[in-house]
């Protein structure tokens, strides 16, 4: 054997490097490699974070602050209120600010941006034109006046006080209306988004007090600038210009989606005594920004229309052949919602003294706050994060870390899942809520239904959370944990997605337990487990010893 038998063979790398195509392939492919992967970090669509101002005037110099923008302009633009800028109106275009002046012909509607990469989310713009702002009115005896408001700019929840004559010496049927920030994600036509009015909400607690010179009340989750009237009864009060400042984020509305359902009761085989009753409590839907222009026909009609969200029936001296139906048949519009956070503008403390702040991190007959076990977690899963948001996504990868879905596990007690490791949806949505309210966040569970497929229906729980100078906060743990319904619709990233969004198919009759007390001494309350709303009980009798009721469940009658 020769010593050149015996020498090492050249490596294949070495014998293919003496190639004359060895070198430009190589080129080629470093090239195509380079343009992948800058490609994947630089064609993302842009995304707004703020704008300031929300409110202004035509000629004002807008800044929109967000990422992907570009380092220029370069045929991007932005839309305000379905109006396109000259060239002359951008000021400064850099890949995380953009200053433009407003168009003069600008009116009230969503901001855009719009580049090679696609078009971003929206946020509302008010022409400030468009508000009336009433400093001097006459006033009329006997009508609402609102005199002064203070302060006269706030955030969302401040406490602002309305001084005037005539609100009446107690609330009764008055309301405070604002302005409502329906951030509508449309095509841009500013009469798409009309500025209508948001009432203070009893479920959240806004009203403080209520006199006949003055009103005490929170500036309600949804509220954007704009006037604030007082209703009493049917008479409307003059407005006042309020400007809503520091929110830390936005909502936007979309895909709108209209619905006719309906549910039904039936009560028969009753044994009693005479003078005997029997009060049935039905859920109405939750209207908010996401359940709109809500319609109801009752039959019968209801002894109290609306208590606490509920209408109240009552039957008196019902005998052996009575037999009680009651239909309630709702058309409504949903939304989805999709929220904007930004983290560094929430603050850090809660106003601990504010009703809200008591009621949703306190324990309650369904969520077991106080728990040992569940403070222990709370503390463990949110990892000593002083900031609200922060601490709550972090309490929410730990859930969706620690279980998973079986719809057959029992959840009477909660803290047993966190060893368990598994649960239904109200397992995922109720332990979240005990666990955010053991960590100081407001936290409240929502009941209703998922809707899909051929009018098919599911009952189903998720959870909202509340941020000082933002308001409700959506989440849905189960459905952000990957878990489908046969053919209820997909979204990619569930876990980023429902982590502060909820698509069209969610609907809503409860926020919160509704804690009802008997309305009479001897009564006997009946709580159903499974009911479209959460409360305390559902019916009350008053000697009855035995009857039969028959709750059926949600019908979707027709959807578009």
């Not at 110099?61 to 570009?70: A, D, L």
């Not at 509607?109 to 989310?121: A, F």
């Not at 009552?314 to 919602?337: G, H, K, M, P």
């Amino acid at each position: 054997m020769t010593d050149k038998e015996d020498q090492p063979k050249p490596s294949l790398y070495k014998r293919l490097s003496k190639k004359r195509w060895f070198l430009p392939l190589i080129s080629f492919i470093s090239l195509v490699i380079i343009f992948l992967f800058t490609s994947r970090f630089t064609d993302r669509p842009p995304v707004i974070d703020s704008i300031t101002p929300k409110v202004g005037f035509p000629g004002n110099v807008m800044v929109i602050q967000g990422k992907n923008f570009g380092s220029t302009r370069d045929g991007a633009e932005v839309t305000i209120a379905g109006i396109r800028p000259t060239t002359s109106s951008y000021i400064e275009w850099n890949d995380n600010r953009i200053n433009i002046r407003i168009p003069d012909d600008a009116g009230s509607g969503m901001v855009y941006v719009t580049t090679r990469s696609g078009r971003s989310n929206g946020i509302l713009f008010t022409n400030q034109t468009h508000i009336p702002v009433l400093v001097s009115q006459i006033r009329e005896p006997g009508h609402p006046y609102i005199e002064e408001i203070t302060p006269s700019k706030a955030p969302v929840g401040s406490l602002l006080l309305l001084r005037g004559y005539n609100f009446g010496n107690d609330q009764d049927s008055g309301k405070v209306l604002f302005t409502q920030s329906s951030q509508d994600d449309t095509s841009g036509d500013s009469s798409a988004n009309p500025l209508q009015t948001l009432e203070a909400s009893e479920l959240d607690s806004d009203y403080e007090s209520w006199t006949d010179r003055e009103i005490r009340v929170r500036v309600p989750d949804g509220a954007s600038s704009g006037s604030i009237k007082v209703l009493v009864g049917k008479i409307q009060s003059n407005s006042l210009y309020f400007e809503v400042t520091e929110e830390a984020g936005s909502k936007v509305y979309t895909d709108k989606r209209g619905f006719q359902i309906n549910y039904s009761i039936e009560a028969s085989n009753f044994k009693g005594q005479p003078n005997n009753s029997i009060d049935f409590w039905l859920p109405l839907l939750v209207s908010n920004l996401e359940q709109r222009n809500i319609e109801l026909v009752s039959e019968p009609k209801p002894l109290w229309d609306n208590y606490r969200g509920m209408m109240r029936y009552r039957f008196e001296n019902v005998n052996s052949d009575s037999v009680i139906a009651l239909s309630q048949t709702f058309w409504f519009d949903r939304y989805a919602v999709h929220s904007r956070i930004l983290p560094q503008a929430i603050p850090l403390d809660y106003d601990k003294e504010r009703r809200l702040y008591k009621q949703y991190t306190a324990p309650d007959p369904l969520i077991p706050a106080t728990d040992p076990k569940i403070i222990q977690a709370a503390r463990t899963a949110g990892k000593r994060e002083r900031n609200p948001y922060t601490r709550a996504r972090n309490i929410y990868l730990y859930l969706l870390q620690r279980l998973s879905y079986d719809p057959k596990v029992p959840h009477e007690n909660l803290s047993s899942l966190l060893d368990s490791r598994k649960a239904d949806s109200y397992g995922y949505t109720f332990l979240f809520c005990a666990l955010l309210r053991a960590a100081e966040i407001p936290a409240r569970p929502v009941s209703g239904y998922l809707v899909y497929g051929n009018k098919e229906i599911v009952r189903h729980y998720w959870t909202e959370l509340y941020f000082e100078n933002f308001g409700w906060f959506p989440v849905d743990p189960l459905l952000g944990d990957g878990v489908t319904f046969d053919s209820f619709p997909q979204v990619e990233g569930p876990q980023e997605y429902y982590f502060g969004s909820l698509d069209n198919q969610h609907i809503t009759f409860s926020k919160g337990l509704a804690q009802l007390k008997p309305l009479e001494p001897s009564g006997v309350v009946r709580r159903r487990d499974g009911i479209l709303s959460l409360q305390t009980f559902h019916e009350e009798t008053v000697n009855l010893e035995e009857y039969t009721s028959l709750w059926r469940d949600l019908r979707i009658i027709d959807w578009w």
